[in-house]
């Protein structure tokens, strides 16, 4: 494969769980890359997986896993561009299996596709952990755990490169070890270089949420305008020796990459810049620089690194019963007042009269919802929406709220309309520690 | 991008962009100047103090505000800020990937105090 200016190419085909596929496809094709990354896992994604695994031991994996394989594996193995994914989510071995079906189908014959497993901890957190980061532990949920799944780092990863795998699935792989992993491997990057694993975990954090860094989720019309956003291409790193990088993306595609999208993204989800902890290396990205050089290209350096956590970061899901959602709209004069009317009869009929304790929240939409908590309400609107929201682990409860709204139709006030109703389950996550020694990764090699 | 003229800036989003995310009940924004001559105005306009005062019932935890001088950005990380987090929250919002435009949308503080 032709490389430009021998720098390591590792492209992002997906940064969360329902991330666009066709721009994927282009970059495998076009893309000259050495590795394409698929960043796919939630802390929530992973425990509704794990409610999928335990309605079908089959299943439990990224739901779009087949259409990205099938797309993808054809380009990659043309390119030899390796996959590294997390869509195994909470069945990395079913994963790997369907993904050697797929491309026994492809008829892609010497296809090697590792399965990392090892991160499902359930059987290995004691009841009595205390919580990660607030007061409490396990034992005071009184829910049912659905999952426990580690973050696993680069060194789970590694071992499968050197392996020659060409499709890595695992299911809790950290976000940015995906992109470390590769570079260590490739430059040969040693544990005690802290440096480089802080650079390359700044690669990783840039590019984990794809299109995020290349004019996704930043387009404000009239001060941050961003071109073809329908067509926008999936981000790329040009990795040198050292860990600086460029970040780009394909020409002929949508979307934008200068210093603003790139500074955006580098403090996104992010505390204290000089301390991003991950199970590699606790990153330092307080001094890295972001220069422009033109063309949808801008060079990242800088990032430095100290020792790794000394404990291993779980994501814990419950069972938290379901959220219901129900709405009923309001236009022309006095909506707003007509919607305020209806909210207050919702709310009657629920508290008091159906005596529900469980957590109710009623929005207009149109006058205040998203900002409402924050005291930014308006009250000249001719357009609103009653949206009520409930938590409840009693199915009845949640029924019941979608026939209260619904009923307004009737018995509201005067024009109102378009109900919809909807009741989706709920899970709750919380994080604990664990040894890292408790957490051994394990991998096998499935070849088509 | 768009520059306004120098007489019409009256909110951060007249000087500054910003991208919000969250972990737990914990919400951070980030915020960056166009030009870094804007940069004082931006630090002066945008303070935890200020942060706890405008949204007294969202807001509910410790205010930290990370400055990041090279770049002339600020990283806000506001605690209990996401009523309850994306486990708990009723708001449409449950991540609060809207509150970038929260602080976007308070007025600069453009007294220079001289």
């Known amino acids: ?109 010497g296809l090697k596709i590792a399965c990392i497993e090892g991160d499902d901890v359930t059987k290995l957190v004691q009841p009595d952990q205390p919580f990660m980061d607030e007061p409490g532990t396990l ?132 505390h204290d810049p000089a301390s991003y902890l991950t199970p590699d290396v606790t990153a330092d990205f307080s001094r890295v620089t972001v220069k422009n050089l033109g063309e949808d290209r801008v060079r990242v350096e800088g990032a430095a690194g100290r020792a790794r956590p000394e404990k291993l970061k779980v994501t814990v899901g419950f069972d938290a019963g379901v959220l219901a959602e129900a709405g009923v709209s309001y236009a022309g004069a006095a909506a707003g007042e007509r919607g305020r009317l209806a909210a207050g009869i919702v709310e009657k009929r629920l508290k008091e009269i159906h005596r529900i304790s469980s957590p109710i929240r009623i929005d207009l939409i149109g006058a205040g919802s998203l900002f409402a908590t924050a005291g930014k309400t308006r009250t000249d609107s001719e357009d609103v929406r009653l949206h009520v929201a409930l938590r409840t682990t009693e199915r009845e409860q949640a029924d019941l ?12 006030p005067a024009g109102g309309g378009g109900y919809r109703g909807v009741i989706t389950p709920a899970v709750e996550t919380k994080s604990v520690l664990i040894d890292r020694g408790l957490v051994k990764p394990t991998f096998e090699i499935l070849v088509t | 991008m768009t520059n306004r003229g120098r007489n019409q800036r009256f909110f951060v989003r007249d000087i500054a962009h910003a991208r919000a995310g969250d972990k737990g009940n914990t919400s951070n924004v980030n915020i960056w100047v166009y030009d870094p001559e804007d940069f004082e105005l931006l630090k002066r306009s945008v303070t ?30 506001m605690g209990e800020a996401l009523e309850g987090g994306v486990n708990a929250s009723l708001n449409l919002d449950s991540h609060g990937k809207s509150w970038s435009y929260l602080i976007l949308g308070l007025t600069l503080d453009t007294d220079e105090k001289t």
Request: with cysteine; glycine share 10%.
């Open chain 1, 139 to 270: 034992a005071d949920i009184g829910r049912p755990v659905v999952g426990m799944n580690a973050y696993l780092g680069a060194d789970a990863i590694i071992p499968t490169l050197e392996a020659g795998a060409d499709v890595v699935i695992g299911g809790r792989l950290a976000d940015p070890s995906m992109y470390l992993a590769p570079l260590m491997r490739h430059y040969g990057w040693q544990n005690s270089e802290l440096a480089k694993l802080g650079a390359g975990t700044l690669v990783g954090h840039l590019m984990e949420c794809g299109m995020q860094i290349t004019g996704g989720y930043f387009a404000d019309p009239g001060m941050k305008d961003v071109p073809d956003l329908a067509d926008c291409g999936y981000p790329i790193a040009e990795v040198s020796a050292d860990g600086s990088a460029v970040i780009t993306k394909l020409p002929e595609t949508g979307g934008r990459v200068n210093e603003a999208t790139v500074k955006e993204q580098l403090l996104y989800e992010v």
């Open chain 1, 401 to 412: 709220m979608l026939w209260e709204v619904e009923s307004l139709l009737c018995c509201g």
């Open chain 2, 48 to 77: 935890p103090e200020r942060i706890k005062r405008e949204f007294p019932r969202l807001v509910r935890g410790t205010v930290t505000r990370h400055v990041v001088e090279h770049l002339h950005g600020l990283n806000l990380v």
């Open chain 1, 1 to 109: 494969m032709a490389i430009a200016n021998g720098t390591f190419r590792i492209g992002t085909g997906a940064g969360f769980s329902a991330d666009r596929l066709d721009p994927a496809v282009d970059l495998a094709k076009r893309g000259q890359l050495h590795v394409m990354v698929l960043e796919c896992l939630g802390e929530r994604t992973v425990a509704f997986a794990h409610r999928d695994r335990m309605a079908d031991p089959r299943r439990g994996y990224n739901a779009l896993l087949e259409r990205r394989m099938s797309a993808l594996l054809p380009a990659c193995r043309a390119s030899g561009t390796v996959i590294i994914t997390n869509m195994g989510a909470a069945n990395p071995r079913a994963a790997a299996e369907r993904t050697r079906d797929v491309a026994r189908t492809l008829g892609i014959s």
